[in-house]
C-alpha cells in the first residue's frame, strides 16, 4: 500500500514527510497553480530533494498533442531527473504518448481515468500507474469501487506490473474504499490527512491517557522523568 501526496507545497511536503509513510508526492498543473508563478523546474526538484530519490514523483504534460506531450516528457526528464513519473492523461493522443514513452522504457502515470476501458487500455500500453479519480467519479454516477476492483481483476489476469493509484478524494472514507476495493496506491491532499487526524476522539482517548499518568506519579512528569 503507497500513500501520496497531492501537492507542490514544500513546506507542507516537508511535514507530512516525517509524519506519513509518503511513497511520493503527485502534481498536476491545477496544483501547480495554487503556489502561484514558481520557476517551475526549480520548485520541482526541490520537491526531488525532499522526498528523496527512494520516492516516487510525479509531473504531468500541459500540451495536448502527441509531439507536444513527448517534447513536454523530454523536458521534465532533463530539468529534473529520468526517474519521474511522467503523468499523461488517457485519450487518443494521450494514449499514443504513454505507448510511446513506455517503449523507451519511462516511467508513466496514466490520469484522468473515469472509466474501466480507459484503464484497461492504459494497462495494455504498459502504464506504471494508472489514476483512477474516485470523487469525480463518483460525482458522474460511475461506482468507482466497482471500477477499480474490476481493474484490479485486470491487472491480475494479464500479470500486468501497473499498479492502481486512486486519486481526487474529499474525505477519509472515500480513500479507505479506494484501497480496499482494491487499489495499491492513493494519492491526497493535506485536507484529507488534517480530517484523518483530527477526529476528535483521537485527541480524547489521548487526554484521558494523561489524565490517568498524572493523576499517579504528579502533573507534567513523563516516562523519561522517572
Known amino acids: 500500500m503507497e500513500f501520496m501526496l497531492d501537492t507542490a507545497n514544500l513546506e507542507d511536503i516537508k511535514k507530512y514527510k516525517e509524519i506519513v509513510p509518503l511513497a511520493g508526492v503527485t502534481s498536476n498543473p491545477s496544483i ?5 508563478k514558481i520557476v517551475f523546474f ?25 509531439e507536444g506531450m513527448l517534447a513536454d516528457a523530454d ?9 519521474v513519473y511522467i503523468k499523461v492523461p488517457v485519450n487518443e493522443e494521450g494514449l ?11 516511467n508513466v502515470t496514466a490520469t484522468a481515468i473515469y472509466t474501466k476501458f480507459q484503464a484497461y487500455l492504459a ?3 504498459g502504464a506504471d500507474y494508472i489514476a483512477p479519480y474516485f470523487n469525480r467519479m463518483e460525482n458522474l454516477n460511475i461506482d468507482p469501487c ?20 486512486a486519486a481526487s478524494f474529499k474525505n477519509v472514507g ?3 474504499n479506494a484501497l480496499e476495493c482494491g487499489a495499491q496506491a ?23 491517557f494523561i489524565a490517568d499518568w498524572e493523576q499517579i506519579f504528579g502533573k507534567g512528569i513523563t516516562i523519561a522523568d522517572l
Open 32 to 36: 501547480v497553480k495554487n503556489e502561484g
Open 96 to 106: 499514443k504518448v504513454i505507448k510511446a514513452l513506455k517503449e523507451k522504457k519511462i
Open 174 to 176: 472515500q480513500v479507505n
Open 123 to 125: 494497462i495494455a500500453a
Open 146 to 165: 466497482k471500477s477499480i476492483a474490476e481493474m484490479a481483476k485486470e491487472i491480475e489476469r494479464t500479470r500486468s506490473s501497473t499498479k492502481i493509484l
Open 186 to 208: 492513493a494519492t491526497m491532499g493535506t485536507d484529507i490527512f488534517k480530517q484523518a487526524f483530527g477526529m476528535p476522539s483521537i485527541q480524547k482517548a489521548v487526554d484521558d
Open 75 to 83: 523536458a521534465i526528464l532533463k530539468n529534473i531527473d529520468k526517474n
Open 42 to 66: 526549480e520548485h520541482m526538484k526541490k520537491i526531488r530533494t525532499i522526498i528523496g530519490s527512494e520516492n516516487s514523483l510525479h509531473v504531468q504534460v500541459v500540451s495536448q498533442d502527441f
